[in-house]
C-alpha cells in the first residue's frame, strides 16, 4: 500500500474510534489506550496523531468539522438546479443537526469540544475561524434572500438557533420534530 | 447559630467554590478535594452535599438554575408596571446570557452540565423538566404578542437562540454586542 494511502487510512481508522467512544462516554473520559482499544492498533499508532489532551480534543474536532462538511456539501449538490437560499439554508443546518446516530454522535463531540475550550480559549482558536466564515456564507444567503433588514444580525440569530437546536436535541430537551418543526418557523420568519 | 441557618450558610459555602472552581478548570476536572480546599472546609463535609461525580454535576447545575432565577426574578421586578412580553422575554433571556463574570461562570457550569448528559441521559432529567416549563411561560408571552401564526415553534427557536448565543459567547464566537444585537434582531421578527 502506497505511504500516503495508509496514512490516510490509519487517520480513519483512529479517528472513527476517537469519535465512537467519545461519542459513547463523553470525550473528556476518553483516553489515549480506550481509542487504540477500539481502533485495534497500538498505543504508540494513536499517539502519532496526538500526544496530550488538547490534540486529542483538536483531532476529534478536526474529524467532525471534516464529516460535516461533507454531508452537507454532498446533500447540497443533490439539491437540483439553482436551489434558493432558504432551501440551502435548511440543508446546512439540518445536516449539522444531530437527528440521526451519525450526526448525533458528531454532536456529543463538538458540545464536549465547547465545554472545554469554554474554559481554555486558546484550545478554541479554530472554531471561531470557522464560526466567521459560515457567519459570512449565511449573511450572504440572507441578504440575497432579500427581506432581512439587519442581514449580520439575522445570520448571528440562524447560527444560534442551530447551536441552540442541537443542544437541546443532545440533551433531549426537544424531539427531532419539535427541532425541525423550530427551524422552519425561524426560517419562515426570516423569508416571509 | 440555628441548625437551619448554619445548613444553608454551608451549603452557599460549597456550592460558591463548585461554581468558582468549575468555571476555571471545567466542572468535569473538578474533585471533591478541590471544592473543600477552595471552600476552607473538610471533604468530609463536601461529601454532604455530594459523594458521587453524578451528585456532583446535579448540585453544580440545581445552584446555577437557582442563581439565575434569582437574578432574573429580581431584574423582572424591576422593570416598572405591566411590562410587555416582549420587554420580559428580553430581560429574562440577556440575564441567562453569559455577559459579566457571575453569568459566565454559571454559564460555563451548564456547558459542561449539558456535555455530561449528552451521553448519561438519566443525568438530565431535572433540567428537562425545567425546558418543558420555561417553553410554556415562553410560549404564552409569545401568543400574548399576537403576532405569531405559531407560538410554540416560535418559543421552541426562541430557547435555541437564548441556548445558542450563550454557547456562542462562551466559546468567544460572538462578542456581548453581537449576542445582544443578534437577540434584538430575533425579538424584532417576533414582535414586528
Redesign the interface.
Known amino acids: 500500500m502506497p505511504k500516503q494511502v495508509d496514512h490516510q487510512a490509519r487517520r480513519t481508522q483512529i479517528a472513527d474510534a476517537l469519535v465512537r467512544v467519545a461519542?459513547?462516554?463523553?470525550?473528556?473520559?476518553v483516553s489515549l489506550r480506550h481509542v487504540a482499544a477500539a481502533a485495534d492498533v497500538s498505543t504508540g499508532m494513536v499517539q502519532h496523531y496526538f500526544r496530550t489532551k488538547d490534540e486529542m480534543m483538536g483531532f476529534a474536532m478536526a474529524v467532525v468539522r471534516e464529516r460535516n462538511q461533507e454531508r452537507i456539501t454532498g446533500r447540497m449538490s443533490r439539491l437540483g438546479p439553482e436551489p434558493g437560499p432558504r432551501e440551502l439554508l435548511r440543508t446546512l443546518i439540518a445536516g449539522v443537526l444531530p437527528l440521526d446516530d451519525e450526526s448525533r454522535a458528531y454532536?456529543?463531540v463538538a458540545?464536549?469540544f465547547?465545554?472545554?475550550?469554554?474554559?481554555?480559549?486558546a484550545a478554541?482558536d479554530p472554531?471561531?475561524k470557522d464560526?466567521?466564515e459560515l457567519l459570512g456564507f449565511v449573511t450572504d444567503l440572507i441578504r440575497a434572500g432579500g427581506k432581512?433588514?439587519?442581514p449580520a444580525?439575522?445570520a448571528?440569530?440562524l447560527?444560534?438557533?442551530?447551536?441552540?437546536?442541537?443542544?437541546?436535541l443532545?440533551?433531549?430537551?426537544?424531539t427531532p420534530e419539535?427541532?425541525i418543526?423550530?427551524?422552519?418557523?425561524?426560517l419562515?420568519?426570516?423569508f416571509p
Open positions: 461519542a459513547e462516554q463523553g470525550l473528556e473520559a454532536g456529543r458540545l464536549a465547547l465545554a472545554y475550550t469554554a474554559v481554555r480559549p478554541g472554531l471561531r464560526t466567521e432581512a433588514s439587519d444580525g439575522a448571528a440569530g447560527l444560534a438557533v442551530m447551536e441552540g437546536l442541537g443542544v437541546h443532545l440533551a433531549g430537551h426537544f419539535r427541532a418543526g423550530a427551524l422552519d418557523t425561524h419562515d420568519l426570516l
